[in-house]
């Protein structure tokens, strides 16, 4: 431990209670931090490609997750090292960024950290080797734009970004039925792109599930669909040409913010007070009444006797929706969110083309679809599947093929998956290393051999020979000069990615490897690492 | 350099081998648990609580033991979610898609042990699993159109179901009850509108439907105990007392005179709602809150049955059945429709009293009365008329018909068995696997009538060599007999949604290849847990606990 001494001679105390601490530094700091981060790595290894495998996490609670995907996986693991935490934050920041991917960019950074392992055993200083991976990430990066590819699509070409999605679903369980999928990923998406801008707002997209039925049944609402009923049981189940009224105000006697007390001493203002009572609910059933709405939403509850003057009135009514679906409800039919019902203007009312409620199974489940929306830029994604977990795992799956598909339209560069970019881009690597004289051009050999490793688990996982492959699919590559050879995973018999049509976004690829290298970098500079011991 | 722990303490991690074998072995122990109540000749669970009480359930139906089980096993509990959706969706089969499950991955264990991969069986199973619902798609019987045969679909499909039950000694009877109620429904699955009241006393037989509709509640005193051609109105008001409902307001008063004077006016208040709701016309009043006594007096007065406290469920069926609105307002009487029945009228059953509607004029909504010796007994009847209702109503809408008594497992056996010939590569093995754990759903049917199952199976797939054969397994005569002469049926929807969730539950394990577990948040006790230690001894001799209390 460390002690200091003053010139007197006495102790001085750097760190507090140090008997209770465990300390770990220099090398040793590093190779414990570099096998916690590999440890992360090789958890997920086996989960990459089309025929990686599920884990299979259980909560604190109980609660079963079967997922493929990265960030979910770490998410729930329960992590308790710093460095793996580390990593938790790196699969989440690719999920934040690019949505995709979240898997390769954590058997990247282990790849890498193995490599460097190595180096350091050799006696290189730890910055050495995270300025050579620095020096390779970029090469990396350049070369990837370099292979990278553009391809036209349009409103009426999607069949590109189809195949981009279903390359993006083909590792999950839904592979099923991908193409499906795929399709309704890429429709929704569309539906929502503003193409001018290049933008995308995925929060115009909900995502809804329902146990029960199908994987095929799963369906693309031009629409919002709610998960709540009619407030009143007798209310119409359908209504057709709805004008909507979307009141964030309760149907309920008003509560003003300022305190006050409304004092009852005689008779006569009790009976003022109740006839003032009634003419409330009154009123406001008569302006929405007024206004022309056929359809009341309303963020908040009802009173009974508003939610009857409403059936009596022959207006029906939906309590209780939630904020965001209130918002996405206004965009689509392009009406208004109304705080109070003085302001509820005819103008202010959204307009749907037909509402119905539609029930499910045998228990009393019911969903309510608005569709033919004024605008139809906000749309649900409808899913049904056998059981809770497998809804949860089409939702991940359906996002990251959202997430795709929006990094298509802002950037419409591939480059082709299966391995191929990362084997062409470990030889861009290798070759550029001899160039850089000085120990980075080690660090930068290191980072190529790391670039393969990502091939080589697909191999792995696929059931192939990894080094055998990889060395045959690598030769392939500077033999013909074509960077888009890969790994042929579903064994189709070609080596092509073009003519596998496996596609990955090239900001999805240049992401994971700018930000595995420096979660790498970061992890390399730690030297000591000081930890409470165990209490 | 040792490898640092990167979980929490308490948490564990399983890999490859050892996590897939975790999971067969807890999904196999789940699936044998529920296996002997499958078929006709089924046994019953008993299942006792932990808490207070120690009460004790008799069940048979899957979904209600899996249910109540605490269980620890990852696997397990996906098993344990399919049979739930399969009895929210279509409400029977919730065994069989368990005991298809566990079968599926007591094959695909033995592949994995023989090198296959599990993405292959997978792939395999994906083919073998839409052959299979082909070949139940050509079979399908529709007789939608043809209303007599189509009610006798009803009938068969009920028998069937309550034949495993605890009512199959009374199943005609039964099974004519559920079709008569889940007729009246008219195409919606909405079963709320089919109330199902249990008084304990009598025989299973003296079950009844009751036309109209019948409500648990009692009449009050010194209200009219029949009412003829009776003008309901169903409301949703307070009637104790009403209060001011603008925020803020309270009473402050600096004498007792005002005090009366208010509490007068408050009265006046009541008096006049009262008057207006008879203002309606009405000779009866239901009410979803309560009715205090003051209220009730004046209503008693201008003889007007008021009936308190119906519960939510019960106005929405009466409003369903009597054809009038739940009202809360009283402010205009000509608007607001009113209920219509003949007859009200105070009726005993065992020693209960309970009102009965009758003569009403939607008649959407009925009431079952169940009649039995025990509340265990009448649970599980409820548990098992429930199933039956479920599977009628889904059958309503969707009127293909199959036979049972595993007539519709050797078809798909057949077809998938034919596939796995003409596939080439490793899918084969596991198509053939798939043909095989559908065969073992008949076998175990056979063995629990305590037959000769492997004699039975291998007759019943001679026969189905021949085409166009309607051979299933007689569980009564222990023989091979003609399902349609015996008239053994099940709906097409069942059967494929057991298909479906099978395959997509076993595929999902399967793909796992590590579990994960966190460490378990402390609790103080666990009050609920229903108490049932099982354990499962593997082959290779590992102890795999599957169930915790």
């Given at each position: ?21 465990t300390?770990?530094?220099?090398l ?33 609670d ?168 009619m ?33 009852i ?8 007070l ?17 206004a ?148 980075e051009q ?15 688990a ?61 979660v ?16 | ?55 004790v ?12 089980l ?7 509990k ?33 592949l994995?042990?023989?090198k ?52 199959c000694?009374?199943k ?94 408050e009265k ?109 007994v ?78 039975l ?93």
């Open positions: 431990m460390a002690l200091a001494f003053d010139e007197f001679g006495r102790p001085f105390l750097i760190l507090k209670e140090q008997e209770q601490k300390r770990l530094r220099g040793d700091a590093q190779k414990a931090n570099i096998s916690a981060g590999k440890a992360v790595a090789r958890i997920l290894r086996t989960s990459l490609g089309p025929k990686g495998m599920d884990k299979m996490l259980q909560s604190p109980g609660d079963v997750t079967v997922t493929n995907d990265g960030a979910t996986i770490l998410e729930q693991m329960d992590v308790d090292n710093q460095i793996a935490k580390l990593m938790v934050e790196l699969s989440r920041s690719q999920d934040y960024e690019i949505g995709d991917g979240t898997t390769g960019v954590v058997v990247m950074a282990g790849s890498l950290l193995e490599q460097a392992e190595k180096l350091l055993e050799r006696g290189i200083h730890p910055i050495r080797v995270a300025e050579g991976y620095e020096v390779a990430s970029r090469i990396a990066v350049e070369h990837l734009d370099r292979i990278s590819q553009k391809f036209e699509f349009g409103p009426s070409n999607i069949e590109p970004l189809v195949q981009t999605c279903m390359t993006t679903l083909s590792s999950k369980i839904v592979n099923r039925c991908k193409r499906d999928l795929a399709e309704i990923a890429v429709k929704a998406v569309l539906a929502v792109a503003d193409l001018e801008r290049r933008d995308v707002h995925l929060d115009l997209i909900k995502v809804e599930g329902k146990v029960g039925g199908r994987l095929e049944d799963t369906e693309l609402v031009y629409g919002i669909v709610v998960d709540k009923d407030s009143h049981p007798q209310m119409p189940k359908r209504i057709e040409d709805a004008k909507i009224a979307i009141l964030t105000c309760p149907f309920e006697p008003p509560k003003p913010k300022t305190k006050h007390k409304v004092d001493d005689t008779v006569e203002k009790f009976q003022t109740r006839v003032q009572e009634q003419k409330y609910f009154d009123d406001m059933v008569q302006k929405c009444k007024d022309g709405a056929t359809l009341v939403i309303c963020q908040w509850g009802f009173d009974d006797e508003a939610n009857h003057l409403l059936m009596n009135r022959n207006l029906p009514a939906v309590r209780w929706v939630g904020g965001v679906e209130l918002e996405l409800i206004a965009i689509a039919t392009g009406g208004r969110i109304v705080p109070r019902f003085q302001e509820l203007t005819p103008e202010k009312l959204g307009k749907a083309g037909m509402v119905r409620e539609k029930s499910f199974g045998t228990t009393k489940d019911r969903m309510l679809y608005i569709e033919q929306c004024a605008n139809s830029r906000a749309v649900t994604i409808f899913i049904r599947g056998g059981n809770k977990m497998m809804i949860e795992e089409t939702k991940r799956s359906i996002h990251d093929a959202l997430c795709v598909a929006r990094n298509l339209i802002r950037n419409n560069s591939i480059v082709y998956g299966g391995g191929s970019a990362e084997i062409s881009c470990s030889i861009a690597v290798e070759s550029a290393a001899d160039r850089y004289p000085g120990v080690y660090a930068i050999r290191g980072f190529a051999d790391a670039l393969d490793a990502i091939p080589m697909l191999a792995e996982n696929s059931g192939l020979q990894p080094i055998e492959t990889l060395s045959a699919v690598k030769s392939q590559q500077i033999k013909e000069n074509n960077p888009f050879c890969g790994i042929d995973c579903n064994d189709v018999g070609t080596n092509d990615m073009r003519e596998q049509n496996v596609f990955e976004t090239l900001i999805g690829k240049q992401q994971q490897i700018l930000l595995a290298t420096q790498v970098k970061m992890i390399l500079k730690i030297d000591d690492v000081i930890s409470p011991s165990d209490y | 350099m040792a490898i640092e722990r990167i979980f929490k303490d308490e948490a564990s991690e399983e890999k490859g081998e050892r996590a897939r074998m975790a999971s067969f072995v807890g999904a196999m122990a789940i699936a044998d648990l529920v296996k002997t109540t499958l078929g006709p000749k089924g046994m019953d669970k008993i299942l006792q609580s932990t808490g207070r009480g120690r009460e359930t008799v069940t048979n139906d899957g979904a209600t033991i899996l249910k109540s605490h269980i620890d096993n990852a696997a397990a996906v098993l344990v979610d399919i049979s739930k959706v399969q009895d929210d969706e279509v409400g029977d089969g919730t065994t069989s898609v368990v005991v298809l499950a566990g079968e599926l991955l007591r094959e695909a264990e033995k994995v042990a023989a296959i991969h599990p993405m292959t069986i997978i792939s395999g199973y994906r083919m073998a699993a839409e052959c299979a619902r082909h070949a139940l798609l050509q079979k399908v019987v529709d007789n939608k159109e043809d209303a007599e045969k189509f009610r006798s679909d009803l009938m068969r499909i009920a028998m069937t179901t309550l034949s495993s039950k605890i009512l000694q009374d005609d009877h039964f099974a004519k009850l559920a079709v008569d109620a889940v007729m009246r429904l008219k195409g919606s699955t909405n079963l709320e509108s089919i109330q199902i009241i249990k008084k304990p006393g009598g025989s299973l037989k003296d079950s009844f439907l009751d036309e109209g509709f019948i409500l648990d509640k009692k009449i009050g005193i010194g209200q009219p105990k029949r009412i003829e051609n009776a003008n309901i109105l169903v409301a949703n008001t307070a009637m104790d007392t009403d209060k001011v409902k603008i925020y803020g307001a309270r009473v402050r008063v600096d004498s007792m005179s005002k005090v009366a004077q208010i509490e007068g006016a006046e208040k009541m008096r006049e709602k009262v008057q207006k709701i008879i203002a309606h016309g009405i000779n009866c009043f239901v009410n979803r809150q309560l009715i205090y006594n003051f209220p009730e007096e004046l209503f008693a007065d201008a003889g007007i049955l008021a009936i308190e406290h119906a519960d939510f469920d019960g106005i929405e069926r009466l409003a369903l059945v009597t054809g009038g609105e739940i009202a809360s307002t009283f402010d205009n009487p000509e608007t607001v429709k009113l209920g219509h029945c003949k007859l009200i009228e105070e009726i005993m059953i065992g020693e209960d009293k309970l009102i009965r509607f009758s003569g009403v004029e939607m008649g959407q909504a009925c009431t079952i009365v169940l009649r039995g010796a025990s509340h265990h009448l649970d599980e009847a409820e548990r098992s008329l429930h199933d039956a209702l479920c599977v009628l109503s889904q059958t309503v809408n969707d009127s293909r018909v199959l036979f049972g008594g595993g007539w519709p497992e050797m078809i798909m056996a057949k077809e998938v068995d034919e596939l796995a010939r003409k596939t080439p590569g490793k899918k084969s093995h596991a198509i053939e696997a798939f043909s095989r754990a559908l065969l073992a759903i008949p076998t175990i049917i056979a063995d629990n009538a305590g037959l000769d199952s492997a004699e199976v291998a007759q019943l797939r001679a026969e189905h060599h021949k085409e166009g054969c309607n051979a299933g397994i007689d569980v009564i005569s222990g023989s091979v007999g003609d399902m349609a002469e015996l008239g053994i049926s099940e709906a097409f929807k069942v059967k494929q949604a057991v298909l479906l969730s099978a395959t997509e539950a076993a595929e999902m394990i399967l793909r796992v290849d590590e579990i994960i577990t966190c460490a378990p948040r402390q609790r103080e006790n666990r009050i609920h847990a229903w108490k049932m230690i099982c354990t499962s001894f593997h082959q290779g001799g590992n102890f795999v606990p599957i169930l915790t209390s």
